[in-house]
Nanobody, 121 residues
Framework: QVQLVESGGGLVQAGGSLRLSCAAS????????MGWYRQAPGKERELVAT???????KYVDSVKDRFTVSRDNAKKMVYLQMNSLKPEDTARYYC???????????????WGQGTQVTVSS
Protein backbone atom coordinates (compact mmCIF):
# COMPACT_ATOMS: atom_id res chain seq x y z
CA GLN A 1 0.00 0.00 0.00
CA VAL A 2 1.47 3.32 -1.10
CA GLN A 3 0.49 6.55 0.63
CA LEU A 4 1.13 10.22 -0.02
CA VAL A 5 0.86 12.54 2.96
CA GLU A 6 0.88 16.32 2.57
CA SER A 7 1.80 18.99 5.09
CA GLY A 8 2.38 22.72 5.17
CA GLY A 9 -0.96 24.24 4.26
CA GLY A 10 -2.58 27.06 6.19
CA LEU A 11 -3.85 30.61 6.17
CA VAL A 12 -1.69 33.38 4.73
CA GLN A 13 -2.21 36.95 3.61
CA ALA A 14 -1.99 37.92 -0.03
CA GLY A 15 1.63 38.38 -1.05
CA GLY A 16 2.82 35.84 1.50
CA SER A 17 4.49 32.47 1.08
CA LEU A 18 3.88 28.86 2.01
CA ARG A 19 5.80 25.66 1.42
CA LEU A 20 3.96 22.39 0.94
CA SER A 21 5.63 19.04 1.48
CA CYS A 22 4.53 15.55 0.52
CA ALA A 23 6.05 12.27 1.63
CA ALA A 24 5.53 8.96 -0.14
CA SER A 25 5.63 5.73 1.85
CA UNK A 26 4.94 2.05 1.33
CA UNK A 27 6.15 -0.44 -1.22
CA UNK A 28 7.77 1.72 -3.90
CA UNK A 29 10.24 0.69 -6.58
CA UNK A 30 10.21 4.01 -8.41
CA UNK A 31 8.20 7.20 -8.80
CA UNK A 32 7.90 8.79 -12.21
CA UNK A 33 6.21 12.19 -12.15
CA MET A 34 5.32 13.80 -8.83
CA GLY A 35 3.52 17.03 -8.32
CA TRP A 36 0.57 19.00 -7.11
CA TYR A 37 -3.05 19.49 -8.10
CA ARG A 38 -5.54 21.85 -6.51
CA GLN A 39 -9.29 22.14 -6.29
CA ALA A 40 -11.22 25.24 -5.27
CA PRO A 41 -14.88 25.09 -4.18
CA GLY A 42 -17.15 24.70 -7.17
CA LYS A 43 -14.26 24.16 -9.57
CA GLU A 44 -12.61 21.15 -11.17
CA ARG A 45 -9.29 19.84 -9.94
CA GLU A 46 -6.45 21.36 -11.93
CA LEU A 47 -2.80 20.53 -12.36
CA VAL A 48 -0.56 23.07 -10.63
CA ALA A 49 2.95 21.72 -11.15
CA THR A 50 4.78 18.47 -11.81
CA UNK A 51 8.39 17.35 -11.69
CA UNK A 52 9.76 14.26 -13.40
CA UNK A 53 12.25 11.86 -11.83
CA UNK A 54 14.97 13.64 -13.83
CA UNK A 55 13.89 17.07 -12.57
CA UNK A 56 11.97 18.37 -15.57
CA UNK A 57 9.17 20.68 -14.38
CA LYS A 58 5.80 21.84 -15.72
CA TYR A 59 3.54 24.58 -14.38
CA VAL A 60 0.08 25.87 -15.06
CA ASP A 61 0.40 29.37 -16.49
CA SER A 62 -1.28 31.05 -13.51
CA VAL A 63 1.52 30.04 -11.11
CA LYS A 64 4.59 30.40 -13.30
CA ASP A 65 7.25 32.66 -11.75
CA ARG A 66 5.53 32.38 -8.35
CA PHE A 67 5.58 28.67 -7.51
CA THR A 68 8.50 26.25 -7.59
CA VAL A 69 8.12 22.47 -7.52
CA SER A 70 11.03 20.26 -6.46
CA ARG A 71 11.64 16.74 -5.24
CA ASP A 72 14.07 14.67 -3.23
CA ASN A 73 14.21 11.23 -4.84
CA ALA A 74 16.15 9.66 -1.99
CA LYS A 75 13.54 10.77 0.55
CA LYS A 76 10.62 10.16 -1.82
CA MET A 77 9.36 13.67 -1.22
CA VAL A 78 7.99 16.48 -3.36
CA TYR A 79 7.71 20.14 -2.41
CA LEU A 80 5.84 23.19 -3.61
CA GLN A 81 7.24 26.59 -2.70
CA MET A 82 4.50 29.17 -3.19
CA ASN A 83 5.42 32.84 -3.23
CA SER A 84 3.41 35.98 -3.95
CA LEU A 85 0.23 34.14 -3.08
CA LYS A 86 -3.07 35.52 -4.33
CA PRO A 87 -6.63 34.97 -3.07
CA GLU A 88 -7.34 32.98 -6.24
CA ASP A 89 -4.73 30.43 -5.11
CA THR A 90 -7.10 29.43 -2.30
CA ALA A 91 -7.84 25.73 -2.76
CA ARG A 92 -7.21 22.29 -1.39
CA TYR A 93 -3.85 21.13 -2.70
CA TYR A 94 -3.32 17.47 -3.46
CA CYS A 95 0.00 15.71 -3.84
CA UNK A 96 0.27 13.42 -6.85
CA UNK A 97 2.60 10.60 -7.82
CA UNK A 98 2.90 8.08 -10.65
CA UNK A 99 4.24 5.10 -8.75
CA UNK A 100 5.69 1.72 -9.67
CA UNK A 101 5.54 -0.63 -6.69
CA UNK A 102 7.69 -3.37 -8.19
CA UNK A 103 10.38 -3.41 -10.85
CA UNK A 104 8.23 -5.19 -13.44
CA UNK A 105 4.87 -3.92 -12.22
CA UNK A 106 2.61 -1.33 -13.81
CA UNK A 107 2.83 2.31 -12.80
CA UNK A 108 -0.30 3.88 -11.40
CA UNK A 109 -1.45 7.30 -10.18
CA UNK A 110 -2.07 8.06 -6.53
CA TRP A 111 -3.12 11.22 -4.66
CA GLY A 112 -2.85 12.34 -1.09
CA GLN A 113 -5.73 13.51 1.08
CA GLY A 114 -4.96 17.15 0.46
CA THR A 115 -3.99 20.18 2.50
CA GLN A 116 -5.95 23.43 2.60
CA VAL A 117 -4.35 26.67 1.47
CA THR A 118 -6.31 29.85 2.17
CA VAL A 119 -5.08 33.24 1.00
CA SER A 120 -6.80 36.27 2.49
CA SER A 121 -7.00 39.60 0.70
Amino acid sequence: QVQLVESGGGLVQAGGSLRLSCAASGTIFSINDMGWYRQAPGKERELVATVSSSGRTKYVDSVKDRFTVSRDNAKKMVYLQMNSLKPEDTARYYCYGNVRAYRFGNAYDIWGQGTQVTVSS
